[in-house]
């Protein structure tokens, strides 16, 4: 792997780092700011952040800048921005650390986004269970609105900008955009129906950008690097930029790796993570977490680049990259997947509400000794109707477990049927599956 050096994790690497404002202003901080704020137009921010290649981190790679496009240009209204902090992927914890450990380029960066799309006010809707996070953000915040990086008259301009963190209540559903945007106005947290989408009603029904934590920590250093110093980072022209992986499993060193977009799966795990935990085989990995399709030793030399993943028939998704050595159950594996999305499952959509049990319960089934073949057509029925029959793509993630690890290791199914047959007939058993 050609050497580079990290962006995001590169201060917090340093001895000493805190994270307070005074580390992060002794490392430059804020000077992405001072440089826009006034000097330049929103509309040329949103241009070099267009001109970087700059896409979402959290799951959708949607590039960022043209994100910011669909906003309608002549609204005379309160606009918003809404980071989302909601990180609940399973096998994904990159978002956290940068909330913790540096927590004023998280802010600078959502002052950037504010500039650039003209609002004035900014929500850091946070996953309740990051406690020490909030308070963190909400330390931070009352440093930088003491400097006057942030609040009315911002570094001498008349431009006001306000962020606010909101702590959700632990629900996965809310990482999704629109359900985040219920919960924030108090509601349960349900996912729209779109259109509208929300650049145009978005929060209390007003213009909104969401964007993930990740994506925003990256504007401080594209406006102070430029645009094309980013762009020639990585896979450029679809895949720039760093990527924070975080690295979990059966590995020796699991973390969270910042590298140049398109590295290789193999050099991410056996040069970054060194290697299988055990020094057995390598059996299966997940590149984009809990929601992406499971990949096998086969794939280790796809770039992990949005297109390249896309193209090996998974995602690069939220970054979580979950490792499996020779030896895991495959069944065990999406039984225990399809276990967590059950139990997250929200319930607007009867596909996912209803679909979502019976894949539980027919897996546990097989998994306890009483399978039978038509299990296995009636896993692919069920994950057919509810792939995209459902209002936002949780329906979508629940299956990718159960119909990629019936694609790459139907055999282990057949085999757990199998030897339930051959043990003879036995009382059905049903699980109930049940949320707790």
């Not at 956290?96 to 003209?118: F, K, S, T």
């Not at 001498?156 to 809310?174: E, F, K, L, N, P």
């Not at 895991?328 to 997947?337: H, I, N």
């Amino acid at each position: 792997m050609p050497i580079y050096e990290p962006v995001l994790l590169k201060n917090m690497s340093q001895p000493g780092y805190t994270g307070s404002l005074k580390d992060y202003e002794k490392a430059g901080g804020y000077r992405a700011l001072r440089t826009v704020l006034g000097k330049i137009t929103p509309a040329e921010v949103t241009h070099l952040v267009m001109k970087s290649g700059l896409r979402g981190r959290g799951g959708a790679g949607f590039p960022t800048g043209v994100k910011w496009g669909f906003l309608p240009k002549d609204y005379k209204g309160p606009k918003y921005l809404c980071c989302n902090a909601d990180e609940s992927e399973p096998g994904t914890f990159k978002d956290r650390q940068l909330m913790e450990r540096d927590p004023h380029q998280v802010l600078e960066g959502i002052a950037i986004a504010c500039y650039a799309i003209g609002v004035e006010t900014a929500y850091i809707y946070i996953r309740g269970e990051f406690v020490l996070g909030a308070n963190i953000l909400e330390s931070a915040i009352a440093e930088a609105r003491a400097a006057g990086y942030l609040g009315k008259a911002v570094l001498g301009t008349d431009i006001t900008i306000d962020i606010h963190v909101h702590r959700g209540a632990g629900a996965y559903i809310c990482g999704e955009e629109t359900a985040l945007l219920e919960s924030l106005e108090g509601k349960r947290g349900l996912p729209r129906v779109k259109p509208p989408f929300p650049a145009i009603a978005g929060l209390y029904g007003k213009p909104t950008v969401i964007n993930n934590v990740e994506t925003l920590a990256n504007l401080p250093h594209i406006v102070n690097r430029g645009p094309d110093w980013f762009a020639a980072i990585g896979s450029p022209p679809k895949s720039s930029g760093t990527r924070i992986f975080c690295v979990s499993g059966h590995v020796k060193r699991p973390g969270n790796y910042e590298v140049p977009m398109g590295i290789t799966a193999r050099e991410l795990i056996f040069e970054q993570a060194g290697g299988m935990r055990s020094d057995k085989p390598l059996k299966a990995f997940i590149p984009g977490g809990a929601s992406a399709p499971f990949l096998t030793p086969a794939h280790l030399d796809v770039k992990l680049d949005f297109e390249s993943v896309a193209q090996a028939g998974s995602m690069l998704g939220s970054g979580g990259v979950t490792v499996m050595e020779e030896g895991t159950s495959m069944v065990w594996a999406a039984l225990r997947l399809t276990e967590f999305f059950f139990h997250e499952s929200c319930g607007k959509c009867s596909p996912c509400r209803e679909g979502s049990s019976w894949l539980v319960q027919t897996l546990r089934r097989i998994m306890a000794g009483q399978g039978r073949m038509q299990d296995l057509e009636t896993l692919t029925d069920l994950c057919q109707n509810i792939a995209g029959r459902t209002v936002c793509a949780f329906g979508d993630a629940e299956v990718s477990p159960i119909l990629s690890t019936l694609k790459y290791w139907r055999h282990e199914y057949e085999e757990l049927i199998r030897a339930a047959e051959a043990a003879g007939p036995a009382e059905l058993l049903m699980p109930t599956a049940t949320r707790h």
